[in-house]
């Protein structure tokens, strides 16, 4: 994702083109076993805009390493305010993974279940190597939990945007890979 360098309404289009051709990649990279994680940052002087986006790593420890590391692995998603919450986990034959992990389904059901905080009445949607998959609204006060089933026989990878009503991203999730 490009660096948020003006208000959204500005960048919004270049912003959906970076997206779109991050997707794009994405399947053909995660099958060559290597994928560039998607991260959000600003450079701006604007009153109000400095970390808006920004990219929230999850690391095993508060440390330069820990988090260099997460962020390699791409264990990390964007968040588009510091209201926003996101928590992505996929689960099968009593194995669970998170963003940018690994789950070893084989052939059995997955459950994706997304917990979301901060967004009145967005959408979280699910996206796969076939572009959304499913998508689902969340309630009027901004927390919900969402889950949808898939299996690695109709996706290599899940991964989760939430937007906001006017449709403005609020968050977006590195890939959860379904082996």
Request: hydrophobic share 40%.
């Amino acid at each position: 994702m490009p660096e948020l360098n003006a208000p959204p309404t500005r960048v919004a289009g270049h912003n959906e083109a970076a997206l779109a051709e991050w997707g794009r990649g994405l399947a053909t990279d995660i099958h060559r076993g290597r994928w560039r994680p998607a991260m959000g940052n600003s450079d701006t002087h604007l009153a109000g805009q400095i970390a808006i986006p920004h990219t929230v790593v999850l690391a095993e420890e508060l440390s330069a390493y820990a988090i260099l590391a997460g962020i390699r692995a791409g264990r990390s998603w964007i968040a588009g305010s510091f209201a926003v919450e996101l928590s992505c986990t996929a689960s099968a034959g009593g194995r669970s993974a998170g963003i940018g992990e690994r789950l070893k389904a084989g052939d059995a059901p997955v459950v994706v279940r997304v917990d979301v905080r901060g967004v009145p009445s967005g959408t979280v949607g699910f996206h796969t190597e076939q572009g959304r998959a499913h998508s689902a609204s969340l309630p009027e006060s901004g927390t919900g939990a969402v889950e949808w089933r898939t299996g690695t026989a109709d996706s290599a990878y899940v991964r989760i945007e939430v937007r906001r009503p006017d449709g403005h991203m609020a968050a977006l999730g590195n890939p959860i890979i379904l082996a």
